[in-house]
Each structure stands twice: as C-alpha cells, then as structure tokens.
C-alpha cells in the first residue's frame, strides 16, 4: 500500500510557521509525516488540534524532538511520536505501518494546504550548537541529597560559555542566521547573561553584536559583553527605553534582533539542557528551572517531556518578580508594574510564545524570597564549591523551600534535576577583604 | 625456554618492603618479573640500583603502573616498563622475550633473597576508591587560554568528597585496613582538608576517625571534620603539640595512623588524579600540582610519569612555605622555622617518602607570592565559576606567574593540566554583606 501523496520531496517544504485547519476528510485519529529537511529555526508553536481529533501519530527521522500541540489552547498529550530512519524510504514506510495498524487519517505534510502544524524542537539545534558551547558537568553532593531528603542532580550552566546557559540560544540563533543576514550582525536588549552570550557568539562567527543595557546593570555583566567584544549602548532601565534604544539600532545598522527569551530560536538553543542533562543522570523524573521570560524553562520542557513524558517540571521564580506564578494563577499573561528582587536575571516577563509552554508544560511554580536564595547561594559555594550568580541559585532555593518541601504533591519526586543557570555575579566585597 | 624460577607462586610474595642487594650472578642488563598479586598499600619506595646494573626491564600485569627505582638516591631513569597479561603464564612468555632479546639477568620475584624493589603505584587504589569518590570533571576556558597564551585544563579536585583532593588518599587508607585494624578506628593530626577527607572516609566504612587539629585552622575546616562525624581533638598550632597530641590518642584507642602526605597509601589514592586527568585530557603535556608534604605531588608524577615518562611536572609553592623550592636547591629536606601564607594548605613540609619522588620526578618548583594566589583565586570565581581555596588556586597563580611565563624553558610547555586542589573557603565577609 503506497500513498501518493508520499511523492512530496522535501523541497516542497517551506516554513514550519503555516497554520492550517484539518482537512475535510479529518477523522479521530491522525497520522502526521514530516518532510522537514531542517528547519533552522527547531520550534514553531503549535496550533489548534480541532475537537474532533483523538490522538495523533507523528513520524519523525530519529534527529527531531520535541513535539508540542495545542487544544483549546492546553498542551494536547494525546500524541505519539514514532521514530523513522532518516532515509525518506524509512519515513514512509514508517507512516504506512501506523495507517495499517490505527486507520489514521494521514496528514502527508506541511505544504499541502491542510495541515496541523506544530512545535518541533530538533537534534540540529544540538550538533549546531556542539562545536562551540561546553557540555557542562552535572555534580551531586551527599550533604546537599541529605538537606533535601532527595537525590539531588546539579546542571552546571555557570561553566558554560559566557558563565550561563544562554550562550546556548545565542550560539543557535546566530549560527542558524544565513550568511547574508549575519554580515548585518545582530541586537539585543537583555540585563545581561544573554548580552553576554550574544556578544561571544557573534564573535565566534565574527560578525557585530549590538548589545543593548540598562544603565543600572550589575558591573560584571558589562564586563562581560566588552570582554567578548561586544557593542555596549547604554538605555535607561525601563523596558521602553530598552526597546527604543534597541529599535534605533535596528534600523541604522539592518541587524538581526535576537530577543533573549521570546524567541523560537533561543528555546530551541535552551532544550539542548535537557538532552545532556537526561544523557548524564536518566534517573531523573523532575526537572527544577528558573523562570524568567520563559526561554530556559520552555526549551527544558520540551525536549525533556519528549524525552520522558512523565518527568515533572517545576519553575523556580523569586517572590519579587513572581509574573509567572501570577501569569498560571490567571490563566493568562500578567506582567508586573514593578519587580524587586536580588536575583537580577530573573526580572523579565513571559512572552506570547513562552506562555503557552510554561501554561501546559509546566507542572507548578515554587515561589521563593530573596533571603531563600542568598541561604541556597552560600550551599552552592560551601558545599557545592561553585560560584552561582542568585539566579542560579533559584532552583536549590526552591527544592528547600516550604512550598517544596511540606508539599505532598511533590513527595514522589526523588530524583531532581536543578539547572545552575548561571554564576555572573560581582564578589568585589570578598576581594576588597583580602587586600585589607 | 623455561626458566624455573618462574614456578613461583603469587602465594609465595610475602610484602614489596624488602630490600635486597643484586643477586651475585648480577650483570649489566636486569629483567625483573612481577609476582605481586595485590600490594594493600601499592606503593614501597624503591631502594639502590647498584651501580653494575645498565638498564631494567620490568615485566607487570597491565593493572599495575608507577615504577620508581633509585641509584645513588636519585631516581633511576634507564627502566623500561612491559605489560603483560594479568595471566602468570603471559607474565612469564614476556619476561623469556625480553631475556632472549636482551641477555638480561632475571629477577624472579621479590621474596628469593636476591631482588631490587621498587616503587609501584597500582590500579587497585582506583577501583578500590571508585565507588565513593568522585571522577571531578575537567574544565577549560577561552579566556584563561589567552591570558595564559596556552590551553588550560583545570582538574576540579574542589568537587572532590569533602571538598579536597585528599578523600582520595584518605579513602585508598582507610578501605585497604583489614577489619581488626580498621575496627579502632584512626587518627590524624592536619590542617583540615584531610581531616575532613579522613573522618568522611571512616564514615563510610563506619569505624571512628580521632582528629588533632590545630586551634588557630579556619572555622570552615573544623566544621567539615564534624559534619562528617570526626571526633575533634584540638592541639596548640605547633608540630610538637600536634604529633603529642595525636600520640597520646594513639596510645588510648589503638586507632592507626594515617598521616595527611607521608604515606604510600595516601601517595597512592592521589595518584588516581593523574589517571583521571590524562585519560579526560590526554593532550595534556604538564601537570602543575600545589606542594605541601608532597603526597599529592608524588602520585601524580609516578602515575602521569608511568602513562607518559615524558609529561613535565612543576609544583606549585607559595614564597611564605617555599621549603619544597629550598629542598630542591639544597638536594636535601630544608624544614622552614617559620610559614606565612594565605595557602593554609600548603604549610607542611616533605616527608622522608615524599622527598626523593619530588626531588627525582618533578622537574621545577615554581614560587608565587600571596597577591599571586589571590589574583588566580579571583579568576577562579570570576571566570572559571569555581569556589577554590588559596592553596587550591596556586597551581593557576603558578601558570600566570612570569617565573613561568618568561621560563623559556617553559615554551614547549602547551598543553598544562592544573589540579585546583580543593575548595574549603571562609567566605563569611561575603555573606555578611548580602544582610546589609
């Protein structure tokens, strides 16, 4: 049995961003065949599976991951992702065997003008990014599991480059960027890690980055986006400066805007945690994540529910700049008229694609205070021996918190996973004392 | 051929402590033939070479490795190490070999009265250790490659248990006691990390660690020893009061004494560091190791030494505690009447066992001031993201030293692992400044 429409050749692809309604024929279940050769951005958001859809099967080579689909705009879970070879033969057949065995309807591609398209996060972003970014080390400590009451697993994103995992978008927003956009080289508006990472990226494809920064940025992080050569431009602290002065840019140098969360390519970079994270400890069945616009968070979810469909994820987010946990309460995006918290790279707010990640995806949000935080910093430096900024230190705060602790919900999870997301942070007060 | 010497059993070796002269029948050329089953210790320090022999050839089960001979108390290079099956008869059939291409004289075994010992470092402290310490992973940095003008490989020995390079020897001590001896426990006198290494070890084995420490060691260090279940005995600062002290424990509990460097089975368990290292980063071309009593620098040259003979080994030593550089120039054990440095690690001196492997194996000395170690300490943080004490800074302080930078000698040196020895800090002023 060989479907026609299996004729369609990878060339007919053409974006992963169309939108489409089922077709007239859609019946209860559905069989999804993907010809996507590479999509260089990894992620596009998924749409609408109408109601009368009841699960869909999706073929995928073995290199993609992370599939995302909405219902009644709620992760939609029904859905079953079978691996194929690369070969398109193998994909094929793959797709044949599933409309033999469930009667599917078949849904052959992405171009055909009747589609459900869908949130694809892939092994490219990986082998892309592989060449540049650090696989950081996961470490454990016994006096930390004991604290906890938990075997506790800790994702050193502060040894990445740049000191935090945002060097991971940025190294696959700038490396996906075809050669005629990235000679324009890019911009952005960030409070700091991400300005960092940018600036290093963009120096390893050699090629300018316009970093954008408030003027009341903790010192070290400008050191850091001077130190990789990055173009410091100075705004005021509000967003709207940040974003005026950005757009400025923008258009007196026709550079690429990598935003530092809200962005299909930086998610995609992000995920890449949790594929080197569930490689080094698969014993894991929760994931904790800071959250701040959304970026980490969402990539993690992805790739690692894809991974393992049962895996809890939690976000950690400080008492000062809680939009996230306000954002879940309220069913709907909620920013703050003002946040205020030490944790300086956790004050940004959800974007309209990160929401409806963090919305499904993410099991609960363990609010903590700042002084949770500075007490789970000085564990990180007493006993773990690493220097985290207080927002990477966020996760260890949250798994110690009340709110984690006495809640029984949360009693079956014994095999954490904690990002360290990163360890820019001004210790001048500690060297000040030596010279004393 | 068949030589029946070669009939001896493994049973028959009775202990690598023996010392004998060369067989009369010695001539030029020596092949000696390993019976050694299973040294508890796995290191005996190497006595004389006469002066008749040219060359040895020794025959060893691939599991064992470290060899270390002296002539004229110097070690003594003309030694070529040949593997062999663990099998006896494969032990055998190589020795025959060599003594048919060589006219060799044999030296069966270590118990017939006519044999040189050596030195030997062996495997079995690894797997003895495996399963309770930690492989510390090995981090690099872009930034610190270009201020050195070199790739930098820190092996972060601060993630160590207990937060130190020492729970490996401690460990390798404690697990190689039978059950009688092991049962009254053991008994230490030092300044903290292996004291804290030492009592978290006999947890692990659950037998008493009876700890002597000074009265004037950091808070930290005296907290890590109780945190791991060492019963603290405080002694005045000075050596006297401590080994009285420790004595006297000696003399009450029956415990034995593991002493923090001078001893074969602590030399042997941080010799697992160069396994680890070389094997994560076999490029490596020179290891650089901070220098106290010598028993980390020891290991790692006998096992670096014994997997390349041509990796370099530089010891790195703070001007206030340069007893080690002293030594060195003298050609002999200097002891300082008096130490002052912020490295509070590296205030002891060599011991008797350490000596000749430091004078014999490593190649340099290199002396940094304090400002030194705390400029490589603040990079640490800084930059490698990594909680190190001033002792486990020193070997960075060393590389970025102009001592070692204007050394031409130095130039070849391109590839340098760094052992970032431990991690246990005070870091209160910092704390204190986050409650303003």
Redesign the interface.
Known sequence: MRNPVFNLSPDSFDGLSETNSLPPRGMGKVCVYSTIPDPTCGITLGMEVPSSVESISVILATEYWGIFLLRDRKFFPAIKVISSETLMQSREDTANKVLQDTGAVLIPSFNDGHFISFAIVNFHTQVRIKPFA?QT?V??S??LDSIAGRKLYFK?E??Q?G?AFKFRGACNAIFSLDDDQATKGVVTHSSGNHAAALSLAAKLRGIPAYIVIPKDAPK?KVANVK?YGGHVIFSEPSMQSREDTANKVLQDTGAVLIPSSNDGRIISGQGTISLEFLEQASEIDTLIVPISGGGMISGVALAAKAINPAIHILAAEPMGANDAFQSKSNGRITKLSEVNT?ADGLRAFLGDLTWPIVRDLVDDVIVVDDKEI?QAM?LC??V?????EPSGAIGLAAVLSDGFLKNPVYSECNHIGIVLSG?NVD?G???N??DK
Chains 1, 2 share one sequence.
């Open positions: 650090q080390p470490l454990t016994d006096t050193c502060c040894f480059k000191g070290c130190r030490i500075i000085k430096y007493e773990l021996k690493i220097a985290v360890g210790l007060v500690l060297w004392s030596f």
